[in-house]
């Protein structure tokens, strides 16, 4: 397979004409920054307005631009930001950043309507700021390496599944556990996460709890070698090896924004290997938008999507208040949109029917009984064990199933119900802890 590193979509050169476009100010602010942060505030924040493709991709620019000196050093950037080079200064612009990321990433923003093709989709800003962490973060992350924090298995067809967190259902790490499966029937899958915030726990912390090394206990290489070789890889969302817009939230303010959807749209892989994907969402974003931005990453050559699948699982009928980052199997089922190559976005509902499971009215029995941490680590293992409640494992099984007919290209029918089949032969037969074992094996080849 070929793989090409081509032009930025958007060059630093561009950046003060396309301020200038949108009236955007450069101007110094004092103290190191610019008026940059709040002028987009003013103008598109406040106002629920989704920033354009280019202007949200120079946002982008900007969270990233404080971890990466050949970024915040760059004279372009130092003359329309007003950086100044000390560490008060980088600090600044991180804080504005998460205040901007925070402020754009509101549910009325991302339901917008554009009155006409002169104003901006919510999926424009969105993909917008996406095109500059996979052209200016992930390239420059491990600047050693070849393709910079792209891993570039020897694979040619990976499948992704991550959730946003942040919803209002404290379900177990369904998504972590149905790659496992999903591995252990032969596929390669690169996980990508990241770890908990608050009290909930992480898939990252997932990954450490079955002893499978991350962070700097493994190397990328080895990444690269366990999906070869173990169908399964991990890779940690605030790995600075990796991409480090994740830095100012995960580890240096410790809460939630727009980073809740920019990571599971950037996992760390060549886009051109990275061909499926299955995101869930929570209430602030519908799985609508993130198929439409997917749409015009395609087109812009930022991703090589062939199989997409965006869910948002419900608890009950219209309450998007009541929500869980994977597929539901209870009542209200899941909102769900497919996105295949070449095609416009499919919106379609997916139930417990497509599964051939019994119908859940409520929540009850598939998640742990509190938010703890432990809790959610051990439940997790309950069901991969096998002693979970029918809801619970059902549930496991659904997503799984689902993952693996997106893999296999075979999500657009709906039915679901030989995969889980072949789910809940893996789960009995305790395949997929053959993966993990697999999988430490790996990282110990060198």
Same mark, same amino acid.
């Given at each position: 397979m070929s793989i090409k590193m081509t032009k930025p979509q958007v060059s630093l050169e561009d950046i003060p004409e396309i301020l200038r476009t949108y009236g955007i100010s450069s101007e110094n602010g004092g103290g190191g920054t610019s008026r940059f942060a709040n002028d987009i505030i003013k103008r598109y924040g406040r106002l629920n307005k989704p920033l354009p493709y280019e202007l949200a991709y120079v946002v982008g620019i900007y969270a990233i631009s404080p971890f990466y000196d050949q970024l915040y050093n760059n004279?372009? &950037?130092?003359?329309?930001?007003?950086?100044?080079?000390?560490?008060d200064a980088r600090k600044k612009v991180i804080t504005q950043s998460v205040v901007l990321l925070s402020t754009i990433y509101t549910r009325a923003t991302n339901t917008s309507k554009p009155k006409d093709d002169s104003e901006a989709s919510p999926a424009d800003q969105l993909a917008g700021i996406?095109?500059?962490?996979?052209?200016?973060d992930i390239p420059n992350a491990s600047p050693s390496r070849k393709y910079g924090g792209f891993l570039n298995p020897n694979s040619s067809i990976i @499948?992704?599944?991550?959730?946003t967190g942040g919803d209002t259902i404290n379900t177990y790490h369904i998504s972590t556990a149905a790659a496992l499966i999903a591995a252990a029937s032969g596929a390669k899958v690169a996980k990508h996460g990241s770890p908990g915030n608050a009290r909930r726990s992480g898939s990252s912390d997932f990954m450490s709890y079955l002893g499978i090394p991350i962070w700097d206990k493994v190397e990328l290489e080895d990444i690269e070698y366990m999906i070869d070789k173990a169908n399964f890889g991990y890779t940690e969302a605030a790995d600075k090896r990796f991409k480090s817009i994740h830095i100012q939230t995960q580890l240096l303010v410790g809460m939630s924004h727009m980073n809740d959807i920019i990571g599971p749209m950037t996992s760390p892989v060549l886009p051109e290997k990275l061909v499926i994907k299955l995101v869930g969402t929570n209430q602030v974003i519908g799985p609508d938008v993130i198929a439409d931005a997917y749409k015009i990453l395609n087109a812009r050559g930022i991703t090589h999507l062939k199989h997409g699948l965006f869910v948002r699982g419900l608890n009950r009928p219209g309450v998007i208040e009541e929500t869980m980052d994977e597929i539901s199997i209870l009542e209200a089922g899941t909102e769900a949109v497919l996105l295949e190559e070449g095609k416009d976005p499919e919106k379609v509902r997916i139930g417990h029917e497509n599964f051939n499971f019994s119908n859940?009215? &409520? #929540?009850?029995?598939?998640?742990?009984?509190?938010?703890?941490?432990?809790? #959610?680590?051990?439940y997790t293992m309950k069901v991969l064990n096998g002693k979970?409640?029918?809801?619970?494992?059902?549930?496991l099984l659904a997503n799984a199933a @689902?993952?693996?007919?997106?893999?296999?290209?075979? @999500?657009?029918?709906l039915d679901?119900?030989?995969?889980?089949?072949?789910?809940?032969?893996? &789960?009995?037969?305790?395949?997929?802890?053959?993966?993990?074992?697999?999988v430490k094996n790996a990282s110990l080849r060198r």
């Amino acid at each position: 397979m070929s793989i090409k590193m081509t032009k930025p979509q958007v060059s630093l050169e561009d950046i003060p004409e396309i301020l200038r476009t949108y009236g955007i100010s450069s101007e110094n602010g004092g103290g190191g920054t610019s008026r940059f942060a709040n002028d987009i505030i003013k103008r598109y924040g406040r106002l629920n307005k989704p920033l354009p493709y280019e202007l949200a991709y120079v946002v982008g620019i900007y969270a990233i631009s404080p971890f990466y000196d050949q970024l915040y050093n760059n004279p372009v &950037l130092e003359n329309v930001f007003g950086y100044t080079d000390n560490d008060d200064a980088r600090k600044k612009v991180i804080t504005q950043s998460v205040v901007l990321l925070s402020t754009i990433y509101t549910r009325a923003t991302n339901t917008s309507k554009p009155k006409d093709d002169s104003e901006a989709s919510p999926a424009d800003q969105l993909a917008g700021i996406v095109s500059a962490v996979f052209e200016y973060d992930i390239p420059n992350a491990s600047p050693s390496r070849k393709y910079g924090g792209f891993l570039n298995p020897n694979s040619s067809i990976i @499948a992704d599944n991550c959730g946003t967190g942040g919803d209002t259902i404290n379900t177990y790490h369904i998504s972590t556990a149905a790659a496992l499966i999903a591995a252990a029937s032969g596929a390669k899958v690169a996980k990508h996460g990241s770890p908990g915030n608050a009290r909930r726990s992480g898939s990252s912390d997932f990954m450490s709890y079955l002893g499978i090394p991350i962070w700097d206990k493994v190397e990328l290489e080895d990444i690269e070698y366990m999906i070869d070789k173990a169908n399964f890889g991990y890779t940690e969302a605030a790995d600075k090896r990796f991409k480090s817009i994740h830095i100012q939230t995960q580890l240096l303010v410790g809460m939630s924004h727009m980073n809740d959807i920019i990571g599971p749209m950037t996992s760390p892989v060549l886009p051109e290997k990275l061909v499926i994907k299955l995101v869930g969402t929570n209430q602030v974003i519908g799985p609508d938008v993130i198929a439409d931005a997917y749409k015009i990453l395609n087109a812009r050559g930022i991703t090589h999507l062939k199989h997409g699948l965006f869910v948002r699982g419900l608890n009950r009928p219209g309450v998007i208040e009541e929500t869980m980052d994977e597929i539901s199997i209870l009542e209200a089922g899941t909102e769900a949109v497919l996105l295949e190559e070449g095609k416009d976005p499919e919106k379609v509902r997916i139930g417990h029917e497509n599964f051939n499971f019994s119908n859940y009215a &409520l #929540r009850k029995d598939i998640e742990p009984s509190s938010t703890e941490a432990a809790d #959610r680590l051990t439940y997790t293992m309950k069901v991969l064990n096998g002693k979970g409640t029918k809801e619970a494992t059902e549930l496991l099984l659904a997503n799984a199933a @689902a993952l693996m007919s997106l893999i296999d290209g075979k @999500a657009a029918s709906l039915d679901f119900t030989d995969k889980v089949e072949v789910a809940r032969n893996i &789960l009995e037969e305790k395949k997929w802890l053959d993966t993990v074992e697999n999988v430490k094996n790996a990282s110990l080849r060198r």
